[in-house]
């Protein structure tokens, strides 16, 4: 029987830097009760991130946390559960950080289907860096480095990982912090890859 922990446990002291209602807020809520609901002690997880504003996440709970250089979460996050097994390991990262510079790293996630939960807050567009188009951004979007609109069309991450072999695909919004909780979960007892695109756009 899972014994529930006090969510509080996960309370970091660190300053958070995120604009106000950044719904990367809600998304750091729904980890802790998610890690809360299963019974997930502190020293029993690793929260491995990259650079970006969704990256800061690891900074925010008391929990084991590995950043890594710019899109490069996913091979470190592989080898600690290949070292240890028995670790929940969780990767947690923005579009750009995930699809975009780490995009490869992603295909061969998904084609090996590790034993990971990978987590991105995709609010399609680079926040951290004051707002440059994305791999997700919209055709037509606007940002300081397309001031004329973005003429790419968007990356696909859903059907990118089922077309690669994710063995559990999911996507949320940052605005349904019940479902989030529910999707992270099944996640997290899932064997093999999962992924979890969670809408989360960038209000500033």
Not at 132 to 143: A, D, N, W
Not at 178 to 204: N, R, W, Y
Request: with cysteine.
């Amino acid at each position: 029987m899972v014994t529930r922990l006090d969510p509080k446990l996960f309370d970091a002291t660190t300053e958070n830097t995120w604009c106000a209602g950044c719904g990367d807020f809600a998304i750091l809520k729904a980890l802790k009760l998610t890690l809360a609901d299963l019974g997930i002690e502190q020293h029993q997880a690793l929260l491995v991130s990259g650079i970006g504003c969704g990256s800061k996440l690891p900074d925010y709970m008391t929990v084991n946390g590995y950043m890594t250089i710019h899109g490069r979460p996913l091979p470190v996050a592989t080898a600690a559960k290949l070292a240890n097994p028995d670790l929940h390991v969780i990767v947690i990262n923005g579009d750009g950080d995930s699809y975009g510079i780490g995009g490869n790293h992603f295909v061969q996630s998904c084609r090996r289907n590790p034993n990971l939960t990978h987590i991105v807050e995709n609010n399609q567009i680079y926040g951290l860096t004051t707002g440059q188009v994305s791999p997700t951004s919209t055709p037509g979007m606007k940002t300081k480095s397309t001031p004329f609109g973005s003429v790419e069309r968007p990356v696909n991450p859903i059907t990118a990982a089922i077309m690669n072999g994710a063995t559990f695909v999911a996507r949320g919004f940052s605005g349904h912090g019940k479902h989030l909780i529910e999707l992270m979960q099944k996640a997290i007892q899932h064997k093999g890859f999962a992924l979890i695109d969670i809408f989360s756009p960038c209000v500033t």
